[in-house]
């Protein structure tokens, strides 16, 4: 009885020995089969990966650049309007340049303009939206290109790949082990899988990003229609910027 029960957790830690093992090889194996994947794939993979490098500098840049152009419209129009019905037109240029936010630049080509006809004011303000705009959409072209032309990198790789798999068949007059073709029509359709993969995301960041835009050119037009509404009330004292 103690020989089988001797027998048994010996049997039992070999068992737990081959399994930790076997788990240490698969996650070296994966690791190896990813860098290999990458390097299997051929030169239409290089491309790719630089679209997937700048890929993720767009996003990140576009990203950062929208988080810090952010402002509370309603809070800056009421502080521009009481400084206006003050008088304080200098202020009020001064408190735009040290927001620095799309909105205050907006303003603040308007407000340069106070003592001139409302529609020079108008034009000063279209104009400075459209640069806000402009730097607002910046680089985004990239990124729908990006979005478009990796998933067609992959699949160039993978025509290209069979090609050269069926070149390889016709060479062997068709003596070729499965095996074989099987492992050359794998790595044809790596770059496939990798040209998709940048493709979705950029296309995913395309979208929510170009929304995000969108919304703040929204806000950025209602609040320079407010703000004319705001210089065509009489009560308040608008005065022109000394130059």
């Not at 810090?68 to 521009?80: A, E, G, K, Q, V």
């Not at 309007?81 to 630049?105: F, T």
Request: charged residues 20%.
């Amino acid at each position: 009885m103690i020989t089988l029960l001797s027998f048994l957790t010996i049997v039992a830690q070999d068992t737990a020995s081959a399994a930790d093992t076997l788990n240490a090889m698969a996650q070296n194996s994966n690791q190896i089969s990813l860098f290999k994947m990458l390097i299997d794939g051929g030169l239409i993979m290089i491309p790719i990966a630089l679209l997937s490098i700048l890929a993720i500098y767009v996003i990140a840049e576009r990203w950062r650049f929208l988080n810090n152009s952010r402002l509370d419209p309603d809070h800056f129009l009421t502080t521009i309007e009481n400084m206006l019905k003050s008088g304080n037109v200098r202020e009020a240029v001064h408190y735009c340049d040290q927001m620095d936010k799309p909105l205050a630049r907006i303003l603040k080509a308007g407000i340069k303009r106070l003592g001139r006809p409302i529609l020079d004011i108008e034009d000063s303000i279209r104009n400075a939206g459209k640069k806000e705009s402009y730097l607002l959409e910046k680089r985004m072209d990239w990124l729908a290109t990006i979005a478009g032309a990796a998933p067609l990198l992959g699949f160039l790789g993978t025509v290209t790949g069979m090609i050269e798999a069926f070149q390889q068949i016709q060479n062997l007059q068709g003596n070729v082990n499965p095996s074989v073709l099987a492992g050359g029509i794998w790595q044809a359709l790596l770059t496939t899988a990798f040209g998709l993969t940048v493709g979705i995301i950029a296309y995913f960041f395309y979208n929510f990003l170009s929304g995000k835009i969108n919304r703040m050119i929204f806000e950025l037009e209602n609040s320079s229609t407010d703000f004319i509404e705001l210089l065509q009330t009489p009560s308040n004292k608008k005065q022109p910027v000394e130059r």
